[in-house]
DNA sequence: GCTTTGACTCTCG
DNA sequence: TCGAGAGCCAAAG
């Protein structure tokens, strides 16, 4: 996750896949659980359809919101909670 | 040690 | 196109 070049983002399927497993859930787990915030850009890393997903009923709060302008300072353009040009921005590793 | 749940994904109806 | 079900791995109860 932290090899995500800035301005880019990625899956839970591609970082899985890398892993040599299907560990979807795993992934958005361990990103829930955050075990290295600082070093860890949960905000980089989307479902499938571009979606930054659910997040605890705070798919439209703050602290997504905050992800998301990070994103669009990156060069990510963000819309209600999905990424616009997501196969531009999308990182396959 | 087994069961439940999760920021997921894919397939079928 | 949308909803439901199954599969997958890991952490918490």
Redesign the pocket.
């Known amino acids: 996750m932290k090899r995500i070049p800035k301005g880019r983002v990625t899956?839970?399927?591609i970082i899985a896949e890398r892993l040599g497993?299907?560990?979807?859930?795993?992934?958005?787990?361990?990103?829930?659980?955050?075990p290295n915030p600082p070093v860890i850009p949960?905000?980089r890393?989307?479902?499938?359809?571009g979606?930054?997903?659910?997040?605890?009923g705070e798919t439209s709060g703050s602290k997504i919101r905050k992800k998301i302008r990070l994103l669009e300072e990156e060069g990510v353009e963000v819309k209600n909670n999905k990424i616009v040009n997501f196969d531009r921005v999308l990182c396959r590793l």
């Open positions: 899956t839970y399927k497993c299907r560990a979807y859930r795993a992934v958005g787990n361990a990103c829930r659980r955050n949960c905000h890393v989307v479902g499938s359809d979606g930054i997903g659910g997040f605890g």
